[in-house]
């Protein structure tokens, strides 16, 4: 490597004790007024600075129990939003980069969303929305208002289910890979579900299931053929991927599972395995020097989630000095309401 290039590394190793020392001197100061709160996907600088760290659904659990009066989420937005709906009034809900979106959270516009549920709705038969998480506040608070909820990917089957015995059928949205997957682990075959044409006006057929045709670019990045390459290269070896993955690509794993899922899965694995993990780099990467040399810990593919990365260690520095003026992630009270309803469905079918 070129000395500059050396020069170049030390340079900003120095620059980031000094961001790491900082965020700790702040958090000290800030005490137990501030709980920090960071998703599995966080870059390590920013997972290092994290009183907690969790997938979606331990993140939303964990809300209702803080007594700090700034939560810092290190995620993205619609994490900061639920987070903000599960607060209790006075506590102050920031994420360190508000332009940190998710995808699969914006293929799935809430005026767009309410036009598909009216449109099923009106032809008589019950539809029910059920929406993934990863979805606005204005999707929630409509799930709430037409007696739907919300699910992860931790609990899908079990609110699909809960979703299926509400009505005449259930619309799953935005995620049409997490929907296939999660009927077929249901037991519910392809001919009783169909993914709804945005582009016409959707027909309440005698479907128990429709599914909103969004998906995650970044899971859907791994195909069937890398899935093939590692079965021929390593056959040893086990697979685990995210329900976020196409459904050809779930079918040739030994396992899917959420965030913290894949985490137990590689716990869970003897000294001397090998599980190649097929989800955002950051946690295989964590989990590959965690668990290394005595388990051995790769990716399926290097998918990189751009927004994850948009929060760093130096935005959460400048984030907790400016914390009483930074902007709070707001959700208006009709729409905080309405999406409460459907985030507490879900904690009380889950508990
Ligand atoms: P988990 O719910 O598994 O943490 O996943 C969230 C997510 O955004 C996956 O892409
Ligand atoms: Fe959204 Fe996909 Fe990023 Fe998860 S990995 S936050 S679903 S874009």
Redesign the pocket.
């Given at each position: 490597m070129p000395e500059s290039c050396l020069g170049v590394q030390e340079v900003s190793e120095v620059t980031s004790q000094e961001t790491d020392s900082r965020i700790e001197r702040l958090r000290a100061e800030h005490g137990s007024r501030l709980a920090v709160l960071a998703?599995?996907?966080q870059q390590d600088e920013v997972v290092a600075h994290a009183d907690y760290c969790g997938?979606?659904?331990e993140l939303a659990r964990k809300i209702p129990n803080l007594q700090a009066e700034w939560i810092v989420m290190c995620g993205?937005y619609f994490m900061a939003e639920s987070a903000a709906i599960l607060a209790a009034s006075g506590q102050k809900v920031s994420i360190p980069d508000q332009n940190a979106g998710?995808v699969?959270s914006n293929m799935a516009p809430a005026w767009l969303v309410e036009r598909k549920v009216r449109e099923l709705n009106d032809q008589g038969r019950r539809i029910i929305p059920l929406a993934y998480?990863?979805t606005s506040a204005a999707v929630k608070a409509l799930c709430g208002r037409y007696g739907g909820s919300v699910c992860?990917?931790?609990n899908a089957a079990t609110m699909l289910d809960w979703a299926l015995q509400q009505g005449d059928g259930v619309v799953f949205l935005p995620d049409k890979n997490l929907g296939r997957n999660t009927a077929k682990a249901l037991g519910i075959a392809a001919q009783d579900y169909e993914i709804l044409d945005l582009r016409s006006p959707a027909r309440a057929s005698r479907s128990r299931l429709f599914l909103w045709p969004g998906l995650?670019t970044?899971?859907n990045l791994i195909k069937p053929r890398h899935m093939e390459h590692i079965r021929q290269a390593d056959p040893r070896a086990r697979i685990i991927v995210?329900p976020?993955c196409m459904p050809d690509v779930v079918d040739m794993a030994d396992a899917s599972g959420?965030?913290?899922?894949i985490i137990r899965y590689v716990q869970e694995a003897r000294p001397g395995d090998t599980i190649y993990v097929g989800?955002?780099i950051n946690l295989v990467q964590r989990l590959a020097r965690e668990f290394g040399p005595a388990k051995t810990i790769r990716p399926v593919l290097d998918t990189a989630?751009s927004n994850m990365a948009k929060v760093t260690a130096p935005k959460l520095a400048e984030h907790l000095d400016a914390i009483a003026a930074v902007p709070k992630v707001g959700v208006g009270p009709e729409v905080r309401q309405d999406a409460l309803l459907a985030l507490e469905r879900m904690l009380e079918v889950c508990r």
């Open positions: 998703h599995h996907y997938d979606s659904l993205v998710c699969l998480v990863n992860t990917s931790a995650c970044v899971h995210h976020e959420s965030t913290s899922g989800t955002e989630c």
